[in-house]
């Protein structure tokens, strides 16, 4: 299961609509790299992969590589704004470290 916060819901709305398609589906992963082994990726995808698992969150549907969402599962995003602009918070209950910026894990 993959969460939203309802300000991470409206970023993500107000992103998609600057996309070319604004039905495009919203794809979370990870890759190798970061300052604590894996950094998250978000982007719009407009392709359904077999292995893709995806989660209704309101005005927003999530995708996620099966593969991957053991290390993703119960990952709840959020979008807070703050003097120095704003940003996505990644809370990953699978993550033993985080990195400074939050945008880097470690299992």
Do not use: W
């Not at 993500?12 to 979370?28: C, E, G, M, V, Y």
């Not at 190798?32 to 077999?50: H, N, P, R, T």
């Not at 990195?99 to 894990?105: I, K, T």
Request: charge should be neutral.
């Amino acid at each position: 299961m993959i969460n939203l916060s309802e300000a991470a819901v409206q970023e993500i709305i107000r992103l998609r609509s600057k996309h070319q398609s604004p039905n495009s589906l919203f794809r979370l992963k990870f890759k190798s790299g970061g300052c604590c082994s894996f950094s998250y990726i978000m982007e719009f995808d407009e392709q359904l992969a077999s292995n893709d698992r995806v989660y209704d969150c309101g005005k927003v549907k999530v995708v996620v590589d099966s593969q991957q969402l053991n290390y993703l599962n119960g990952l709840t995003l959020d979008y807070s704004e703050d003097l120095m602009g704003g940003g996505f918070r990644f809370n990953n209950p699978n993550a033993k470290a985080t990195c400074g910026c939050g945008n880097s894990f470690s299992i």
